[in-house]
């Protein structure tokens, strides 16, 4: 644990939190890819196996329970309870281009080629390129109400953060892990010119506005 891992983790947290507060009090699901969130839940899923065979800390294990839970909440919400807000006519990213390559990049470049290893290392390639549908329907419908905006913020600047850790760690620890590494510098830079839009705009008190 660094100062960079545990500000990661937390603006993490924040993300989720930001994302089921928006849709529980606006009881709305507009602006939120549901395909996104199917990825997010699968990534979770994947990678937190562990949770059955080993134990670390006890905030490793509760980090990893929230974020499990809190994405299938995040999909109950939206695909059952305030399913007539949901956006699906926008929301149209075809997933499957994203889970196909993420699933044979694991099976031919992986650590170890066991079961759960090779389910971590999917669950990180898929991470990298999740927020792609969210991405799009921003893009789709030309612009995102401010919550949402404060949500790809946090969830992107979280990845940052953990750009950051993995170099501390490399220079302080010696320890480096490239699939991880380059996987976080994809994801990252695909926040980039949403970093800059909000910025420029949202911070302002202007409402974000993507190119269709």
């Known amino acids: 644990m660094n100062i960079f891992r545990l500000l990661g983790d937390l603006s993490h947290l924040l993300a989720i939190v930001v994302l089921l507060l928006k849709i529980w009090k606006t009881r709305s699901c507009a602006g939120i890819s549901g395909k996104s969130q199917i990825l997010f839940a699968l990534v979770y ?17 509760v980090m990893k329970v929230i974020f499990v839970g809190a994405s299938y909440a995040t999909i109950y919400l939206m695909y059952l309870k305030f399913k ?11 997933i499957e281009f994203l889970i196909i390559p993420a699933v044979a990049l694991a099976l031919l470049i992986n650590h170890e080629f066991t079961v759960l290893e090779v389910l971590w290392t999917f669950s990180i390639y898929l991470e990298s ?23 790809l913020f946090a969830l992107g600047t979280y990845r940052a953060l953990y750009l950051l850790n993995w170099i501390y760690r490399y220079y302080f620890e010696n320890h480096y892990d490239l699939i991880a590494i380059v996987a976080g510098v994809v994801q990252t830079v695909l926040y980039c010119d949403f970093f800059y839009l909000y910025i420029t705009k949202v911070l302002k008190g202007k409402k974000l506005q993507l190119p269709a």
Do not use: C, M, W
């Open 84 to 94: 007539a807000t949901y956006d699906q006519n926008h929301d149209t990213f075809r």
């Open 129 to 151: 390129v999740a927020i792609l549908p969210q991405l799009f329907l921003v893009s789709k419908t030309g612009e995102a109400e401010s919550i949402t905006s404060h949500y």
């Open 45 to 61: 899923t994947t990678r937190y196996l562990d949770l059955l065979t080993s134990f670390v800390s006890a905030y490793n294990t």
